[in-house]
Protein backbone atom coordinates (compact mmCIF):
# COMPACT_ATOMS: atom_id res chain seq x y z
CA UNK A 1 0.00 0.00 0.00
CA UNK A 2 1.31 3.13 -0.72
CA UNK A 3 0.85 5.43 2.28
CA UNK A 4 1.78 8.75 0.58
CA UNK A 5 -2.03 8.45 -1.05
CA UNK A 6 -3.67 8.24 2.31
CA UNK A 7 -4.58 11.05 4.02
CA UNK A 8 -4.28 11.69 8.26
CA UNK A 9 -7.96 11.80 9.08
CA UNK A 10 -9.04 12.89 12.88
CA UNK A 11 -11.80 10.56 13.86
CA UNK A 12 -13.23 11.40 17.55
CA UNK A 13 -13.60 7.95 19.83
CA UNK A 14 -14.79 8.75 23.09
CA UNK A 15 -12.79 12.05 23.84
CA UNK A 16 -10.03 10.88 22.06
CA UNK A 17 -8.50 12.26 18.65
CA UNK A 18 -7.17 9.48 16.75
CA UNK A 19 -5.71 9.54 13.73
CA UNK A 20 -6.28 6.78 11.02
CA UNK A 21 -5.48 5.62 7.85
CA UNK A 22 -8.69 6.77 5.03
CA UNK A 23 -8.73 5.71 1.61
CA UNK A 24 -9.13 9.16 -0.33
CA UNK A 25 -11.17 7.79 -2.78
CA UNK A 26 -13.62 6.45 -0.09
CA UNK A 27 -13.67 9.70 1.49
CA UNK A 28 -14.59 11.34 -1.43
CA UNK A 29 -17.68 8.79 -1.89
CA UNK A 30 -19.08 8.46 1.64
CA UNK A 31 -18.24 12.21 1.87
CA UNK A 32 -20.65 13.24 -1.27
CA UNK A 33 -23.27 10.24 -0.45
CA UNK A 34 -23.77 12.49 2.78
CA UNK A 35 -23.29 16.23 1.20
CA UNK A 36 -25.33 15.08 -1.60
CA UNK A 37 -28.41 17.10 -1.23
CA UNK A 38 -26.48 20.27 0.53
CA UNK A 39 -24.08 20.32 -2.38
CA UNK A 40 -27.06 21.15 -4.80
CA UNK A 41 -30.33 20.73 -4.47
CA UNK A 42 -33.05 18.81 -6.83
CA UNK A 43 -33.84 22.05 -9.12
CA UNK A 44 -30.80 24.27 -8.70
CA UNK A 45 -30.49 26.51 -11.50
CA UNK A 46 -26.78 26.50 -11.08
CA UNK A 47 -26.80 29.65 -13.42
CA UNK A 48 -22.95 29.98 -13.09
CA UNK A 49 -22.88 27.04 -15.55
CA UNK A 50 -24.95 28.65 -17.96
CA UNK A 51 -22.01 30.20 -20.46
CA UNK A 52 -19.69 26.69 -20.36
CA UNK A 53 -23.44 25.02 -21.12
CA UNK A 54 -23.94 27.42 -23.92
CA UNK A 55 -20.58 26.94 -25.23
CA UNK A 56 -20.86 23.37 -25.25
CA UNK A 57 -24.43 23.59 -27.08
CA UNK A 58 -22.62 25.53 -29.80
CA UNK A 59 -19.39 23.52 -30.30
CA UNK A 60 -21.36 19.66 -30.17
CA UNK A 61 -23.77 18.24 -33.32
CA UNK A 62 -27.46 17.56 -32.61
CA UNK A 63 -27.94 14.30 -30.54
CA UNK A 64 -24.16 14.13 -29.38
CA UNK A 65 -23.04 11.81 -27.55
CA UNK A 66 -21.84 13.20 -24.27
CA UNK A 67 -20.13 12.05 -21.12
CA UNK A 68 -20.45 13.81 -17.81
CA UNK A 69 -17.30 12.48 -15.45
CA UNK A 70 -18.45 13.60 -11.98
CA UNK A 71 -21.83 13.93 -13.09
CA UNK A 72 -23.13 14.51 -9.39
CA UNK A 73 -26.39 14.39 -9.15
CA UNK A 74 -27.51 15.45 -12.98
CA UNK A 75 -28.46 18.82 -12.75
CA UNK A 76 -27.94 20.61 -14.24
CA UNK A 77 -25.26 19.18 -17.11
CA UNK A 78 -26.60 16.39 -17.85
CA UNK A 79 -30.44 17.89 -17.25
CA UNK A 80 -29.24 20.31 -19.77
CA UNK A 81 -27.97 18.39 -22.68
CA UNK A 82 -30.60 15.73 -21.89
CA UNK A 83 -33.43 18.52 -22.90
CA UNK A 84 -31.31 19.81 -25.67
CA UNK A 85 -31.57 16.13 -27.09
CA UNK A 86 -27.93 14.75 -26.00
CA UNK A 87 -27.21 11.51 -25.01
CA UNK A 88 -25.62 11.79 -22.07
CA UNK A 89 -24.10 9.22 -19.93
CA UNK A 90 -23.20 10.06 -16.62
CA UNK A 91 -20.45 8.58 -14.24
CA UNK A 92 -20.05 8.87 -10.61
CA UNK A 93 -18.22 7.09 -7.60
CA UNK A 94 -21.12 8.27 -4.95
CA UNK A 95 -24.16 6.00 -5.01
CA UNK A 96 -26.37 8.71 -3.62
CA UNK A 97 -25.37 10.99 -6.36
CA UNK A 98 -26.74 8.22 -9.20
CA UNK A 99 -29.49 7.72 -7.01
CA UNK A 100 -30.39 11.04 -7.73
CA UNK A 101 -29.44 11.33 -10.86
CA UNK A 102 -31.41 8.25 -12.52
CA UNK A 103 -34.69 9.96 -10.46
CA UNK A 104 -33.69 13.53 -11.73
CA UNK A 105 -32.90 12.97 -15.54
CA UNK A 106 -34.60 9.86 -16.55
CA UNK A 107 -33.16 10.39 -20.40
CA UNK A 108 -29.62 10.06 -19.40
CA UNK A 109 -27.93 6.89 -18.90
CA UNK A 110 -25.96 7.23 -15.06
CA UNK A 111 -22.91 4.60 -13.97
CA UNK A 112 -21.69 4.21 -10.54
CA UNK A 113 -18.11 4.12 -11.08
CA UNK A 114 -14.60 5.16 -10.09
CA UNK A 115 -13.59 7.17 -13.55
CA UNK A 116 -10.51 6.18 -12.89
CA UNK A 117 -11.70 2.11 -13.21
CA UNK A 118 -14.30 2.62 -16.27
CA UNK A 119 -13.82 2.42 -19.92
CA UNK A 120 -15.72 3.07 -23.16
CA UNK A 121 -14.58 1.94 -26.74
CA UNK A 122 -12.55 4.67 -28.54
CA UNK A 123 -13.99 7.19 -30.05
CA UNK A 124 -17.44 7.03 -28.32
CA UNK A 125 -18.48 10.62 -27.33
CA UNK A 126 -18.36 13.78 -29.01
CA UNK A 127 -17.68 15.83 -25.95
CA UNK A 128 -16.70 15.32 -22.26
CA UNK A 129 -17.19 16.91 -19.32
CA UNK A 130 -15.71 16.96 -16.48
CA UNK A 131 -16.74 19.90 -13.90
CA UNK A 132 -14.91 20.44 -10.68
CA UNK A 133 -14.26 16.40 -9.65
CA UNK A 134 -10.95 15.86 -11.34
CA UNK A 135 -9.71 17.43 -8.01
CA UNK A 136 -11.00 15.06 -5.95
CA UNK A 137 -9.03 12.17 -7.89
CA UNK A 138 -5.26 11.19 -6.80
CA UNK A 139 -3.11 12.99 -8.51
CA UNK A 140 -1.52 10.20 -10.05
CA UNK A 141 -4.30 9.23 -11.72
CA UNK A 142 -5.29 12.36 -13.11
CA UNK A 143 -2.85 12.49 -16.51
CA UNK A 144 -4.45 9.07 -17.38
CA UNK A 145 -7.65 10.02 -17.14
CA UNK A 146 -7.10 12.95 -19.25
CA UNK A 147 -5.19 10.11 -21.56
CA UNK A 148 -8.20 7.66 -21.28
CA UNK A 149 -10.78 10.90 -22.15
CA UNK A 150 -8.56 11.89 -25.41
CA UNK A 151 -9.01 8.24 -26.44
CA UNK A 152 -13.16 8.05 -25.98
CA UNK A 153 -13.35 10.95 -27.95
CA UNK A 154 -13.77 11.14 -31.52
CA UNK A 155 -11.83 13.53 -33.61
CA UNK A 156 -12.50 16.95 -33.33
CA UNK A 157 -14.52 15.90 -29.79
CA UNK A 158 -14.45 18.77 -27.29
CA UNK A 159 -13.61 18.47 -23.34
CA UNK A 160 -14.86 21.29 -21.04
CA UNK A 161 -13.00 20.66 -17.60
CA UNK A 162 -12.54 22.73 -14.84
CA UNK A 163 -9.64 21.53 -12.42
CA UNK A 164 -7.22 23.15 -10.24
CA UNK A 165 -5.48 26.81 -10.41
CA UNK A 166 -3.22 26.65 -7.33
CA UNK A 167 -1.60 22.80 -6.38
CA UNK A 168 -3.06 21.33 -3.10
CA UNK A 169 -3.75 18.56 -1.77
CA UNK A 170 -5.59 18.60 1.57
CA UNK A 171 -8.95 17.09 3.55
CA UNK A 172 -11.33 19.42 5.21
CA UNK A 173 -13.85 18.07 8.17
CA UNK A 174 -17.14 18.95 8.96
CA UNK A 175 -17.41 20.04 5.10
CA UNK A 176 -20.38 22.46 3.79
CA UNK A 177 -21.28 22.44 8.45
CA UNK A 178 -21.83 18.73 7.64
CA UNK A 179 -20.36 16.07 10.02
CA UNK A 180 -18.77 14.62 6.50
CA UNK A 181 -15.22 15.01 5.86
CA UNK A 182 -13.99 16.10 2.30
CA UNK A 183 -10.70 15.49 0.13
CA UNK A 184 -9.44 17.12 -2.64
CA UNK A 185 -5.92 16.74 -4.56
CA UNK A 186 -4.94 19.00 -7.35
CA UNK A 187 -2.32 20.82 -9.50
CA UNK A 188 -2.11 24.28 -10.91
CA UNK A 189 -3.32 25.44 -14.28
CA UNK A 190 -0.30 25.15 -15.90
CA UNK A 191 0.59 21.29 -14.86
CA UNK A 192 -3.25 20.62 -16.37
CA UNK A 193 -2.76 22.53 -19.52
CA UNK A 194 0.74 20.33 -19.65
CA UNK A 195 -1.66 16.97 -18.98
CA UNK A 196 -4.04 17.98 -22.08
CA UNK A 197 -1.34 18.71 -24.53
CA UNK A 198 0.72 15.55 -23.34
CA UNK A 199 -2.48 13.71 -23.54
CA UNK A 200 -2.97 15.05 -27.42
CA UNK A 201 -5.86 17.63 -27.05
CA UNK A 202 -5.59 21.22 -28.26
CA UNK A 203 -6.11 23.74 -25.35
CA UNK A 204 -8.35 26.23 -27.09
CA UNK A 205 -9.48 27.95 -24.24
CA UNK A 206 -7.96 28.77 -20.39
CA UNK A 207 -10.13 31.27 -17.60
CA UNK A 208 -9.88 31.36 -14.16
CA UNK A 209 -13.06 30.87 -12.29
CA UNK A 210 -13.14 33.00 -9.44
CA UNK A 211 -14.37 31.72 -5.96
CA UNK A 212 -14.22 33.12 -2.29
CA UNK A 213 -10.49 34.15 -1.83
CA UNK A 214 -8.85 31.28 -4.64
CA UNK A 215 -10.65 30.00 -7.87
CA UNK A 216 -10.31 26.96 -10.36
CA UNK A 217 -9.07 26.88 -14.30
CA UNK A 218 -11.42 26.42 -16.54
CA UNK A 219 -10.27 24.59 -19.86
CA UNK A 220 -11.70 23.95 -23.15
CA UNK A 221 -9.90 21.60 -25.33
CA UNK A 222 -10.25 19.56 -28.76
CA UNK A 223 -9.06 16.72 -30.16
CA UNK A 224 -8.08 17.29 -33.62
CA UNK A 225 -10.55 16.48 -36.48
CA UNK A 226 -10.25 14.02 -38.70
CA UNK A 227 -7.10 14.58 -41.63
CA UNK A 228 -5.49 17.48 -38.95
CA UNK A 229 -2.23 16.46 -38.44
CA UNK A 230 -1.68 15.25 -35.37
CA UNK A 231 -5.36 13.90 -35.07
CA UNK A 232 -5.74 11.95 -32.03
CA UNK A 233 -2.05 10.87 -31.34
CA UNK A 234 -3.00 10.42 -27.69
CA UNK A 235 -0.99 6.98 -28.30
CA UNK A 236 -3.77 4.80 -25.82
CA UNK A 237 -1.49 3.45 -23.72
CA UNK A 238 -3.56 3.72 -20.70
CA UNK A 239 -5.74 1.58 -21.82
CA UNK A 240 -6.86 -0.80 -18.74
CA UNK A 241 -9.40 -2.79 -21.20
CA UNK A 242 -9.32 -1.48 -24.91
CA UNK A 243 -12.48 -1.79 -26.76
CA UNK A 244 -14.77 -2.89 -23.57
CA UNK A 245 -17.95 -1.43 -22.41
CA UNK A 246 -18.18 0.99 -19.00
CA UNK A 247 -17.80 -1.88 -16.50
CA UNK A 248 -19.32 -0.63 -13.32
CA UNK A 249 -18.65 -3.87 -11.79
CA UNK A 250 -15.26 -2.85 -10.89
CA UNK A 251 -15.97 -0.16 -8.69
CA UNK A 252 -16.99 -0.48 -4.98
CA UNK A 253 -19.21 -3.00 -3.31
CA UNK A 254 -21.75 0.31 -2.55
CA UNK A 255 -21.69 1.00 -6.48
CA UNK A 256 -22.64 -2.65 -7.13
CA UNK A 257 -25.91 -2.59 -5.57
CA UNK A 258 -26.63 0.59 -7.48
CA UNK A 259 -25.89 -0.63 -11.52
CA UNK A 260 -27.94 1.16 -14.01
CA UNK A 261 -31.61 -0.07 -14.33
C1 LIG B 1 -17.86 18.94 -6.78
S1 LIG B 1 -18.91 17.65 -7.32
C2 LIG B 1 -19.35 18.25 -8.95
C3 LIG B 1 -20.58 17.62 -9.52
C4 LIG B 1 -20.95 18.13 -10.91
N1 LIG B 1 -19.90 17.88 -11.87
C5 LIG B 1 -21.22 19.61 -10.84
O1 LIG B 1 -20.39 20.39 -11.33
O2 LIG B 1 -22.26 20.00 -10.29
C6 LIG B 1 -17.73 16.36 -7.71
C7 LIG B 1 -18.35 15.06 -8.11
O3 LIG B 1 -17.31 14.19 -8.58
C8 LIG B 1 -17.56 12.89 -8.10
N2 LIG B 1 -16.31 12.12 -8.10
C9 LIG B 1 -15.23 12.34 -7.31
N3 LIG B 1 -14.27 11.44 -7.59
C10 LIG B 1 -14.76 10.63 -8.56
C11 LIG B 1 -14.24 9.50 -9.26
N4 LIG B 1 -13.03 9.01 -9.00
N5 LIG B 1 -15.01 8.92 -10.20
C12 LIG B 1 -16.25 9.40 -10.46
N6 LIG B 1 -16.79 10.45 -9.83
C13 LIG B 1 -16.05 11.07 -8.89
C14 LIG B 1 -18.14 13.12 -6.71
O4 LIG B 1 -18.85 12.01 -6.21
C15 LIG B 1 -19.02 14.33 -6.95
O5 LIG B 1 -20.34 13.99 -7.29
Request: net charge negative; with cysteine; glycine share 10%.
Amino acid sequence: MNRSKFALVPLRAADNLLLVDADPVELVRSGYNAISGAYRSDDDPAHEYDPWLAGLLERIPGRGQVLDIGCGCGVPVARRLAAAGHQVTGVDISDIQIERARRLVPGAVFLCADATETDFPPGSFDAVVCLYALIHMPLDRQPRLLRDITRWLRPGGWLLAVTGQDAWTGTEDNWLGGTASMWWSQADAATYRTWLTQAGMVVTSQQFVPEGDGGHALFWARLKPAGSPQAGTADGSSARASGAQANPQSTSAACRSQEPR
